[in-house]
């Protein structure tokens, strides 16, 4: 099941996980966003974990060599925040690369499974890849549509403002072509 929630700080969702855009190395912003708040989910998890976040995901992908290939997962803890665990979504392999459609298809199963394992009843979730990775938000949103399966976990997912045109607009055009 999938909930939008619109305009809301994806950060400060009490839901028992977080999804966040990841690089490959961990970072997340560094210090300049624990002292101000800036754009983007890496950056508000950054701001309101002061920086506790950063640390723990730094470490996780330090142990290995060249950082993490995009399409991997990993899960930490979310020390200073309403929910629970962040699941990083591993979009990139550098920080400000571009990311790819073909890595979001493959992320999406991925994080579906290591929720409904660990039982979580809500994911936060905002669309892979649309923010610093400079994908298309539709396309992105049709794959969340087509992927995201009927489940006992919720997926909420967070959208700006500006995002709501796209979808909304995307949903027209779907139903249209339904009907007619």
């Known amino acids: 099941m ?3 929630i619109y305009n809301e700080d994806i950060s400060l969702s009490n839901a028992n996980a977080i999804v966040n ?3 490959g190395c961990g970072y997340m912003g560094g210090q300049r966003c624990i002292d101000m708040r800036q754009r983007g989910v890496a950056e508000s998890i950054q701001y309101v974990s002061r920086g506790a976040v950063e640390k723990l995901s730094k470490k996780v992908c330090k142990k290995h060599p060249f950082g993490l290939n995009p399409g991997s997962i990993f899960i930490t803890a979310a020390p ?45 979730i905002p669309l892979l890849g649309t923010g610093t990775g400079g994908l298309s938000i539709e396309d992105v949103y049709k794959l969340f549509e087509d992927l995201l399966p009927d489940s006992f976990v919720e997926f909420l997912l967070y959208t700006s403002f500006k995002d709501e045109f796209y979808i909304d607009n995307y949903i027209e055009k779907k139903n249209e072509i339904l009907k007619g």
């Open 21 to 23: 855009a990841s690089n």
């Open 80 to 124: 200073n925040m309403k929910t629970d665990y962040i699941i990083h979504a591993v979009t990139m392999r550098t920080p400000g690369s571009r990311a790819k459609l073909k890595t979001i298809k493959a992320l999406i199963p991925q994080i579906i499974k290591v929720s409904e394992q660990r039982n979580f009843k809500q994911v936060a």
């Open 2 to 4: 999938m909930t939008i």
